[in-house]
């Protein structure tokens, strides 16, 4: 994956990576019935959460739909943030970054939906799957390949550590 030089200046900013769950995590499908809904998270796009943290990138998760299995993904992952409320997401956002000491050019959020769309316009670094609504694409610096719940995080991610010069090393770690 090639980064696109005018991306750079904004990526290496990044201290704080924050996403909607449904839509851009998941295929933006829930699962009713029984006792409990159920959704399918994609592995990858867990690992590279982890491997933000490792690198010293935050991270969270900001859902206007609460759920129990949203809770239990992000406690299994060990997200740094998870807010899950009907409150706007840009008040919830500006909660997450007073926390972690940083403000919007220094927060990249990720997401799809009308929900999303004052994140998206805010943030120093905007990034959507590839089956984000158009207006979301219009207000984002990075439309993925991929779509939500099949690795979209994942490609964000990747572009983020690239970006930031952390690749090289993280693939030498793993391939030592």
């Not at 933006?28 to 491997?51: C, N, S, W, Y």
């Not at 490609?155 to 952390?166: A, M, N, P, S």
């Amino acid at each position: 994956m090639q980064v696109p030089p005018v991306l750079l200046p904004r990526l290496q900013r990044i201290r704080l990576f924050l996403c909607d769950v449904d839509g851009v995590l998941t295929e933006a499908q829930v699962t009713m019935g029984g006792a409990a809904e159920t959704k399918t998270f994609h592995i990858r796009d867990g690992l590279g959460l982890r491997l933000l943290q490792g690198e010293g990138i935050r991270v969270g998760w900001v859902s206007a739909r609460p759920s129990d299995a949203t809770t239990a993904r992000a406690s299994d992952l060990k997200v740094d943030f998870l807010r899950q409320s009907s409150v706007p997401k840009v008040a919830l956002i500006e909660e997450i970054q007073r926390e972690a000491g940083v403000g919007w050019e220094e927060t990249l959020y990720m997401g799809d939906d009308v929900v999303d769309l004052g994140a998206l316009k805010r943030a120093g670094f905007a990034a959507v799957p590839a089956d984000a609504i158009e207006e979301a694409k219009r207000l984002s610096h990075y439309v993925c390949n991929l779509p939500g719940g099949r690795g979209a995080v994942r490609e964000v991610v990747d572009l983020v550590l690239r970006g930031q010069g952390k690749w090289d090393a993280l693939i030498a770690k793993f391939t030592s």
